[in-house]
C-alpha cells in the first residue's frame, strides 16, 4: 500500500485547511486509516482514524469538534477537514494504513503550519 498526502500549507490561526491521502496497492486489505501527526521535540500522535468498512471514528481529544475525518472508499482517499485552527496544530501531518493483518503504512507527512 503506496499512501500519498496533499493540502498541507500555511494558514492564520483561526483558519482551515483540507488534507488528503491517496491510497494505491493492495487497498483492499485496508482495515482502518488515520491520520496522526508530528511537531518538533513531540513524539507522533493519533489526530483521527476511521473504519473502512463501518465508517466509525475516533478522534484525539483536542481535535473533537474542529477536525473532521471521512474517506472516498471508490476513490482510495482520504480527508481531513481542519477548522479553527491553532498555532499549537502547527506539525507534519501523515497519513496511515492498517490491514487485516495489522501491518502499518505511512505516508510521507504533509507540512501544516499556523501562524498566530
Known amino acids: 500500500v503506496q499512501l500519498v498526502e496533499s493540502g498541507g500549507g500555511l494558514v492564520q490561526a483561526g483558519g482551515s485547511l483540507r488534507l488528503s491521502c491517496a491510497a494505491s496497492?493492495?487497498?483492499?486489505?485496508?482495515?482502518?486509516m488515520g491520520w496522526y501527526r508530528q511537531a518538533p521535540g513531540k513524539q507522533r500522535e493519533m489526530v483521527a482514524t476511521?473504519?473502512?468498512?463501518?465508517?466509525?471514528?475516533n478522534y484525539a481529544d483536542s481535535m473533537k469538534g474542529r477536525f473532521t475525518i471521512s474517506r472516498d472508499n471508490a476513490k482510495n482517499t482520504m480527508y481531513l477537514q481542519m477548522n479553527s485552527l491553532k498555532p499549537e496544530d502547527t506539525a507534519i501531518y501523515y497519513c496511515?494504513?492498517?490491514?487485516?493483518?495489522?501491518?502499518?503504512?505511512w505516508g510521507q507527512g504533509t507540512q501544516v503550519t499556523v501562524s498566530s
Open positions: 476511521i473504519s473502512r468498512s463501518t465508517n466509525n471514528t
Open positions: 496497492g493492495s487497498t483492499f486489505n485496508i482495515k482502518f
Open positions: 496511515n494504513a492498517v490491514n487485516i493483518a495489522g501491518i502499518y503504512y
